[in-house]
């Protein structure tokens, strides 16, 4: 059964550094996802992509992010600087055409 | 918009004894309905869905759950607990030809099965 992959599983970084978090949706799936979850806390929705662009973007996708599909294969969250708040587990999720979405296992992003 | 209640952030319960998670919502539109089971160290499992039909939709591992509309309510049920249902449940909407069919969660549920 196909799945959605995300690499790396667990990514520390330091503050201000760049991070970019891939993901691997299911093949043949059109509508790509982001979201978060602050740990203790809901997941959160941070961003939807179809068609090669942003279709939707949540209060929190602010300028220090960005979303690219940089092939047929990859998508990738960019967090451009760091904060010690945008330590979450992030999850890609893909979906086909009905609004199911299917997630990745996450990456944990560690912020020092 | 759209918004989810958990009210019941645990709930522990003994092997074989019947459970129910409770999920309200809140919307002005129709909603899409889902309930995801999240395993310890693992990601988001999609585990049932109401799109349309019949209220009483089940999933898998034996889970299904019943869409109230005048309750706003999606309560997951399952008549015989495992200790491997030990998990987090996350109950979630999306609205009805909604653009981008973006996912609003609850605080999510953790199921405490003990033995």
């Known amino acids: 059964e196909p799945e959605v992959t995300q690499t790396p599983s667990h990514q520390v970084t330091q503050m201000g550094q760049e991070v970019i978090l891939r993901c691997v949706p299911i093949s043949n799936h059109l509508y790509f996802y982001w979201y978060r979850q602050i740990l203790g806390q809901k997941v959160e929705f941070l961003v939807s992509?179809?068609?090669?662009?942003?279709?939707?973007k949540s209060e929190i996708f602010d300028d220090q992010f960005s979303v690219e599909r940089p092939d047929g294969s990859n998508f990738t969250l960019k967090i451009r600087s760091t904060k010690l708040e945008d330590s979450a587990m992030y999850f890609c999720?893909?979906?086909?055409?009905?609004?199911?979405?299917?997630f990745g296992p996450g990456t944990r992003l560690t912020v020092t | 918009a759209q918004s989810v209640t958990q009210l019941d952030s645990q709930v522990p319960v003994f092997e074989e004894a019947p459970v129910e998670l409770r999920c309200n919502y809140s919307?002005?539109?129709?909603?899409?309905l889902f309930w995801y089971v999240q395993y310890p160290n693992q990601g988001l499992q999609l585990l049932l869905k109401y799109l349309s039909g019949s209220t009483l939709v089940k999933g898998i591992n034996g889970f299904e759950a019943e869409f109230n509309k005048s309750q706003t309510s999606f309560h997951l049920r399952k008549p015989s607990v495992h200790i491997s249902d030990t998990a987090e449940y996350f109950c979630?909407?999306?609205?009805?030809?909604?653009?981008?069919?973006?996912?609003?969660f609850g605080t999510g549920t953790l199921l405490a099965v003990q033995p």
């Open positions: 979630a909407v999306t609205p009805y030809g909604g653009a981008t069919n973006k996912l609003i």
């Open positions: 919307s002005s539109v129709s909603v899409y």
């Open positions: 999720a893909s979906s086909r055409q009905a609004p199911e979405q299917y």
């Open positions: 992509f179809y068609n090669n662009e942003i279709s939707e």
